[in-house]
């Protein structure tokens, strides 16, 4: 008796077993779609595993009712990879397949849309028939002379070179003449190369040619790790090492994955990979709809590209014979799902690229202190890029004591632009230079309060205040997405003096406008951007032509972007991420600082970074400013070390979330007593506290911390507790293997 392991979507870490029927014996295969009867209904699985296991008991055993045919089966090695993220990241395997998959393709629901080909039933005949009927059907005459040269050519491409409607091609079909033949069409998504000229591969200088020899190198190792860290500095030449290593892989026969960050570094990404191998490049994000990114996947799935681009889910593209994975921004926390599985695209890039053999480049101008470490210890290669092409020079770091500035201030209140930055701006209109402005919050004031009684306008259903977005006239919670309209009056007093705190990305746009009436200031965040794919490519676009004078954005425009007529950037409110409640904070501070920086003085004119910060003597901001990354890593690395943090060790999160807060902490006491005991020496545990922001969306949070050598008996172990443990009703539990956010 045939019988096969197959996993619902009921995300409860445990298969079922069901028996083959005859007349499926020899169609099934792991990871096939399948129908079974579950309970009261059909329902959706995969199937896992196949087995001849003879112990099992037919009568207790249903029957599989059919294969979902429309549905493609996933590849054993994307199979294999779902199998270590459920026991990695201790997540119910179920979670785990299903990330294999988009929704569009695991749903069934998006038609596959087809196209009509047409082939000469006998060359012969065509021929005959251009003699006897060339002259009297000129039409006909140019769809059968058209296809004697382009056999099998589609309906689209026959009407758009011959200017054939479709009488001439239905005469001929019913005369006998052509034959027609239906064929899957993957075209929805459709990027705009017409207006992209084919690149040429420039010559490298000598960093970036010992970095390629050393990827030559890494191709050729048969097995074993084959993971480079590739830390270069901003403008070094990075994309162009990647496409050097795509061009080698190619060569090879084989397929190349290239991960972005943001959605809104994928359109000149896309551009620059397009103009090089032009249509063997498929794009998988977000910012797609449900049927282009049906198509998208579809064409790697069945082999019609072989260089697939996008966010974090890309690394789940369905090649077959994968030979290079990019991860561009390597240290980026957008690689960070944050809902199960909470997988690290990066960690599971190296992680595939062991089980496929294949090379991983991981790249960076302020590598994540993980990465660095393993290259440090030589668990990685690395190749360095430490000098822009075409020996550019760093842009010239100019930090402003904002406490001067507010000195100077007759009133004595913080100004929002320093007197420096405003001179340096009006300089770049004048030479009609571009200029970048960032600070890293959206909105147009960060608080809304009254002087009178104190109130301050918080969301009622997480433990954090409205933003105020003048735009609409509307208080924002930015954890829930509740909007509701702007007081008019304080709601708790009646005061009218009711007042605006802080800033956002809104006020220094509108602030700019003012200041420089005649200059085009445009701004890039998630209120503006939206998530539309032609958002960002409109605003991009509109930026790289020079429409645009001063673009001011959140950590969308920190990285990735090269616009060679940008020379300035400044930084308002550089410390802001210093005093985040996280042990990453100083990191991600300076990164932040270096990737925006980076943004200027590509081109031929020299770039300036104007760094507004209340505290300049920060070793964060020295660092940034002094472009040492690794005087930065070794002194943040001590007091890593000291307080058993990453990267001297794993972290790992238990997170509890209910609408009880005393039920909460009482059950998270519970939860960590009734296995401390097992917990191995050397792991050190921070005992269930209320998560920095306590309440997300009417839902109390509460954390326990483990820091350590967190091995696979210590993840069997949660994982236990987890799935296999009766938790109370309304009690929500899930661990964070690795975790990037503690907030």
């Not at 069901?18 to 199937?47: H, M, T, W």
């Not at 104190?454 to 509740?482: K, P």
């Not at 003012?514 to 032609?534: E, Y």
């Not at 676009?541 to 920190?558: E, P, S, W, Y």
Request: net charge positive; with cysteine; charged share 25%.
């Amino acid at each position: 008796m045939l019988t096969a392991k197959v996993i619902v979507n009921l995300s409860i870490d445990r298969h079922f077993d069901y028996i083959v029927p005859d007349e499926l014996v020899g169609k099934l295969r792991p990871g096939v779609q399948v129908l079974v009867p579950f309970r009261n209904s059909l329902r959706n699985a995969y199937v896992l595993a196949l087995s001849n296991d003879t112990s099992c008991d037919p009568s207790k055993l249903k029957t599989i009712s059919a294969i979902c045919e429309k549905h493609p089966e996933i590849p054993d090695n994307l199979l294999k990879l779902a199998k270590w993220i459920s026991e990695y990241y201790c997540c119910a395997q179920e979670q785990a397949v299903k990330a294999l998959l988009p929704l569009a393709v695991r749903s069934g629901k998006v038609a596959r849309k087809e196209s009509r080909h047409l082939t000469l039933k006998s060359l012969d005949d065509a021929h005959k028939f251009l003699l006897e009927n060339g002259k009297k059907s000129k039409s006909r005459a140019l769809v059968v002379q058209y296809l004697i040269d382009h056999p099998g050519a589609s309906v689209e491409s026959i009407s758009e070179a011959t200017g054939a409607g479709k009488a001439p091609i239905s005469a001929l079909l019913k005369c006998g003449l052509l034959e027609e033949e239906k064929k899957a069409s993957y075209k929805r998504f459709v990027f705009d190369s017409a207006s992209l000229l084919p690149s040429q591969p420039p010559e490298l200088n000598d960093e970036q040619a010992e970095a390629a020899r050393i990827i030559e190198a890494l191709f050729e190792r048969a097995e074993g790790q084959k993971t480079l860290l590739l830390h270069g500095v901003t403008g070094s030449g990075k994309t162009e090492v990647y496409m050097r290593a795509i061009e080698t892989a190619l060569k090879k026969n084989l397929e190349a994955i290239v991960l972005v960050p943001e959605i809104a570094l994928t359109p000149q990404t896309t551009e620059r990979f397009i103009s090089r191998f032009r249509s063997g490049v498929s794009v998988l994000h977000s910012g797609l709809s449900d049927g282009e990114r049906y198509d998208e996947w579809m064409k790697i799935y069945h082999g019609l590209v072989k260089i697939a681009i996008g966010a974090r889910s890309a690394i789940f593209a369905p090649f077959r014979n994968l030979g290079l994975i990019v991860v561009d921004e390597e240290h980026e926390p957008s690689y960070k799902q944050e809902e199960a599985p909470r997988y690290n695209a990066r960690d599971l890039a190296v992680m595939r690229g062991v089980m496929e053999n294949s090379l991983v480049i991981l790249g960076s101008a302020t590598p994540s202190f993980e990465s660095y470490a393993n290259a440090c210890s030589g668990r990685y290669a690395i190749a360095r890029l430490k000098k822009r092409i075409d020996s550019r020079p760093m842009p010239s770091m100019i930090p402003i004591d904002m406490n001067i500035e507010r000195v100077s201030d007759s009133e004595g209140r913080l100004p929002i632009f320093s007197k420096p930055l405003l001179d340096a701006i009006a300089q770049r209109l004048q030479r009609a230079e571009q200029s970048i402005i960032f600070l890293n919050r959206r909105g147009f004031a960060s608080q809304m309060s009254c002087p009178d009684c104190g109130f301050v306008a918080q969301c009622s259903d997480c433990s954090i205040s409205y933003t105020y977005h003048r735009t609409n006239e509307c208080l924002a919670c930015h954890m829930c997405g509740a909007v509701l309209r702007a007081y008019a009056m304080c709601p708790s007093c009646g005061s009218d003096k009711i007042r605006y705190k802080g800033l956002g990305t809104e006020k220094i746009e509108a602030l700019l406008s003012m200041i420089f009436p005649l200059a085009k200031v445009a701004r890039m965040d998630a209120d503006t951007m939206s998530g539309r794919r032609k958002n960002y490519e409109k605003l991009l676009g509109d930026f790289g032509a020079g429409k645009i004078d001063i673009l001011v954005g959140t950590q969308m425009i920190a990285k990735g972007l090269d616009f060679p007529n940008v020379t300035l950037v400044g930084i308002v409110s550089a410390d802001r991420s210093l005093f985040i409640p996280d042990f990453r904070a100083a990191e991600r501070t300076f990164q932040l600082l270096t990737q925006v920086s980076g943004r200027c003085g590509r081109g031929s004119c020299p770039g300036e970074v104007y760094i507004q910060t209340s505290y300049p003597e920060n070793p964060a901001i020295i660092s940034a400013i002094r472009h040492d990354f690794e005087a930065f890593f070794k002194s943040e690395c001590v007091a890593r070390k000291e307080f058993n943090y990453p990267p001297s060790c794993h972290l790992t999160a238990i997170h509890f979330k209910g609408s009880d807060a005393a039920a909460l902490e009482k059950y998270s006491l519970e939860f960590l007593d009734s296995f401390k005991s097992k917990i191995p020496d050397g792991i050190f545990v921070s005992d269930p506290a209320p998560a920095p922001i306590e309440k997300i969306k009417t839902k109390f949070r509460y954390m326990i911390l483990f820091r350590g050598n967190l091995n696979k008996d210590f993840r069997c172990l949660i994982r236990e507790k987890i799935f296999k443990v009766r938790h109370p009703s309304g009690i929500e539990i899930y661990a964070d293997v690795d975790a990037i956010n503690l907030t």
